[in-house]
């Protein structure tokens, strides 16, 4: 089941192809449910047919957005390759190791863009480049409630300069994309599932596009969950960004008018205009 918020609330997506509103008893804290699921089921085995198509915003309410770095081989190569002259490359090969994952804060909602609406890239940056990720929506007790497209954007420049430069790296207005929508699932998604990006300059030339899939993810989602809530409590639930299969190569930097499309197979599409 697919839900996406609107700048009318919550609709959920039914079997004839339309939208439903989900009853607005419960659009407040919908996404913190800790059976939504069920909840879901219930309505979608209740509506009436019809259709609804308000403008979708960011399918997020009141949670923080927090990210994994280095889950997929490619990523640690390239995070590698942009700290050697830091002497920081190590560390990077270190945690794509490690029992303990990299986890680190990213967004909150004010920061936080949906689908249509425009990211950004630091005024004092010239190395840009989008994430795109498998982000998680979690309850407040830990539990994967169901999936979405994220990007987290990054300065490559920046995070190269040195490691403790990260947050500067990733966490500014505009940084992070969440949406079209969430798919809720009481079922893992299958390590086959794809992952898409394209990157369209002058509104027609496609100057990047590249794929991978979850298989290639070295770590499992629910363990960085599990480790995301040692010693973290979230009253309001959390997303969590899984990392990037995906890196542009080192040529390459995002421009202002760049449009990103990211595509996880049986979610959506999220799409952004660069700012």
């Given at each position: ?79 590698m390759a942009e ?135 070295k770590r499992n ?31 390459f930097t995002l ?21």
């Amino acid at each position: 089941m697919r839900i996406y918020r609107t700048q009318a609330g919550w609709e959920l997506e039914a079997d004839h192809g339309g939208r439903i509103p989900v009853p607005p008893q419960a659009a407040g804290r919908l996404t913190t449910r800790e059976d939504l699921f069920e909840y879901l089921a219930g309505i979608e085995g209740e509506a009436a047919a019809g259709s609804h198509s308000h403008a979708l915003v960011a399918p997020i309410e009141e949670q923080e957005v927090w990210a994994a770095g280095v889950t997929y081989f490619r990523s640690r190569t390239a995070r590698m390759a942009e700290s050697e002259a830091s002497g920081g490359m190590s560390f990077y090969d270190r945690v794509y190791h490690a029992e303990r994952p990299e986890l680190f804060f990213k967004s909150m909602p004010h920061r936080t863009v949906g689908p249509g609406a425009p990211v950004r890239i630091r005024h004092d940056s010239k190395w840009n480049v989008p994430e795109p990720e498998l982000t998680l929506l979690v309850s407040p007790r830990g539990k994967i409630l169901g999936y979405t497209v994220g990007n987290d954007m990054s300065s490559r420049d920046i995070e190269g300069e040195n490691p403790l430069y990260l947050p500067q790296a990733k966490v500014y207005d505009g940084s992070c994309a969440l949406g079209p929508g969430i798919l809720v699932a009481n079922q893992p998604l299958a390590p086959e599932t794809g992952i898409h990006i394209e990157i369209r300059r002058a509104g027609a030339a496609v100057v990047f596009a590249d794929s991978t899939t979850l298989a290639t993810m070295k770590r499992n989602p629910a363990d960085l969950v599990e480790y995301l809530f040692r010693e973290n409590s979230f009253p309001n639930g959390c997303f969590l960004l899984t990392g990037t299969g995906i890196v542009p190569p080192n040529s390459f930097t995002l421009a202002s008018g760049d449009e990103i499309a990211i595509t996880i197979d049986g979610i959506g599409t999220l799409n952004n205009p660069v700012a």
